[in-house]
C-alpha cells in the first residue's frame, strides 16, 4: 500500500502562482498529477517517472506547470505558474506502485491522494 498526501492548494488571482506537493509513504514508479473541474472528467496534467526523472505534460498546462520530485523525501511538486480561471480544479496526486506504461489517462493509477482544491479567479 502507498499512501499519498497532498498540500499545497488555495486561492490566487489570475497570473499567480501556487505549488503542489505530494509525499509518499513508499517508493513508487511514477507519479502523476490530476485534476478534476465541477462537472468535468478527471484530466491527467503532469506525470514523472521516478527512476529517470522523465516527465509528460498535457497540451493545457505545457509550458506553464512543472513536475519535479524530492527523491530523499519521496516526494512530487507541481509548480503552477501564471495560473487562469480554467485552471480552477480539485488538484489530484497518483501513483503507480512497480512498473508498467504511465500515462495521463487515470487507468494506470492504483494508488490516489485525497486532493487539493486550487481557485483561481480573474
Known amino acids: 500500500q502507498v499512501q499519498l498526501m497532498e498540500s499545497g492548494g488555495g486561492s490566487v488571482q489570475a497570473g499567480g502562482s501556487l505549488r503542489l506537493s505530494c509525499a509518499a509513504s513508499?517508493?513508487?514508479?511514477?507519479m502523476a498529477w490530476f485534476r478534476q473541474a465541477p462537472g468535468k472528467e478527471r484530466e491527467g496534467v503532469a506525470r514523472?517517472?521516478?527512476?529517470?526523472?522523465?516527465?509528460y505534460y498535457s497540451n493545457s498546462v505545457k509550458g506553464r506547470f512543472t513536475i519535479s520530485q524530492d527523491n530523499a523525501k519521496k516526494t512530487v511538486l507541481l509548480q503552477m505558474n501564471n495560473l487562469q480561471p480554467e485552471d480552477t480544479a480539485v488538484y489530484y496526486c497518483?501513483?503507480?506502485?512497480?512498473?508498467?506504461?504511465?500515462?495521463?489517462?487515470?487507468?494506470?493509477?492504483?494508488?490516489w491522494g485525497q486532493g487539493t482544491q486550487v481557485t483561481v479567479s480573474s
Open positions: 513508499a517508493y513508487t514508479y511514477c
Open positions: 514523472i517517472y521516478t527512476n529517470s526523472g522523465s516527465t
Open positions: 497518483a501513483a503507480v506502485r512497480s512498473s508498467g506504461y504511465c500515462s495521463l489517462d487515470t487507468s494506470p493509477y492504483q494508488y
